[in-house]
C-alpha cells in the first residue's frame, strides 16, 4: 500500500474505503467490523464518512459496529468526515441547504465523535461550499477545532480553486486536500483548473465516485458501453479487470490522489490496491479520455 501525507499526524491510505453507501448495502454489525479488520490487513487504513450519509444513519452504525465493538482499532485507523450539509427537515428546513457556520461546525463535529465512537477526527472537510458562509467565521471554527485537538487537519471538498484561496486567507491552519468527483465519467475537474491547481500548491486530491458510482458496470447507453468496450480491451491487454483499469487510469495523473472506493466488498478494494501496479501508457490512458468524451483531442 502507498500512503499520502497530509502532514506530521495524518497519512491517508492511497485506497480510502467510502462508507456512504454502508446503510444501502445493509453492512453492519460483525459483517462491517470483518470488512474493516480486511480492509486495515490489507493497509487500507482510511475511512471517509459524512454527517449526512444514509441520512445521518452512517457515521453511528460504523461506531456502533466497529469502534465500539474494537476500540483498538481507532489507532490503526484514519478517520475522515466532513460537515456543512443540512438535509431537509434537520432543522425544520424545506430545502437542502449548506451551511458552514461556526455554529453548526463545531455542533456538528461533537456529534460526528459521539457516533463514530472516537475522540479525534484525523481529517475534517468542509463538505460543499457554502455561498452564503462568512469564511472568517468558518475558519475560526476550523481553526478552534484543531487547537482543541477534536480534529487534526482541516480540507475542502467540491471547493473551486478560488474558494480554496479565499478560505484558505483566513485559516491558520493549512488546507490538506480537496476532495472532489474524478473519474473515467467524472472528467470535468481535469479541465476546470482544479487537478492544475492542486499541482500548483502541492496539494494532494481525494477522488469521490472513482468508478462514477458504478454505473459504467451497469448502464447501457451508447457513450457509456464505447467507454466500457475501450476499457475492456485495455484490461485484455493488461490480464486484469475493468475497475483496476479505471483506478489505475486515476493514479497515472500527476496529482497524487486517494482514490475513495465506494464498494462493500472486500475482492473490489483489492482491485483499487492491485491498481497501483498497473501502469498505463500514454495511448491507453487518452484512448479512455477519448472513448469517454466521444472524441479525440484536437
Ligand atoms: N465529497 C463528496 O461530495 C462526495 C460525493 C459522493 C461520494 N463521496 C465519497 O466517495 C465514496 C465513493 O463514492 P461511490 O460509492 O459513488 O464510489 P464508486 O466506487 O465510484 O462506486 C461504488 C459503486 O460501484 C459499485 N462497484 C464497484 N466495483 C464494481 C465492479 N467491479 N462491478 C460492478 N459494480 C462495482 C459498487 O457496488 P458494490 O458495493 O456491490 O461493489 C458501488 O455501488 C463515498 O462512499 C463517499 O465516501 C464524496
Known sequence: MEYIKLSEQVDLSKVVIGCMRIKDAGMEGEQLLQFVQECLDLGVTSFDHAPVYGGYACEKIFGDSVLRKDPSLREKMKLITKTGIVLPGLKGNKVIYYESSKEQILKE?????????????????VHRPDIIGNPAETADALDS???SGKVLNVGVSNFMPS?????????????????MEL?????????????????????????WSPLGGGNVFKNDDGDTTRLRDVIGEIANAHQTSMDVVMYAWLYKHPVEVAAITGTMNINRVKSAVDALDVSLS???????????????VP
Not at 474558494?163 to 476532495?179: A, D, I
Not at 500514454?282 to 479525440?296: F, V
Open 183 to 207: 473519474s473515467v465519467q467524472g472528467l470535468d475537474n481535469f479541465f476546470n483548473g482544479v487537478t492544475d491547481d492542486a499541482l500548483t500548491r502541492r496539494m494532494p486530491l481525494m477522488a
Open 282 to 296: 500514454y495511448d491507453e490512458w487518452y484512448q479512455i479520455l477519448a472513448a469517454s468524451r466521444g472524441y479525440d
Open 163 to 179: 474558494q480554496v484561496s479565499m478560505l484558505q486567507s483566513y485559516l491558520s491552519t493549512p488546507l490538506v486536500t480537496n476532495q
Open 109 to 125: 463535529v461533537d456529534e460526528s465523535l459521539i457516533k463514530l465512537g472516537t475522540d479525534y477526527i484525523d481529517l475534517l472537510l
Open 145 to 147: 477545532l484543531v487547537k
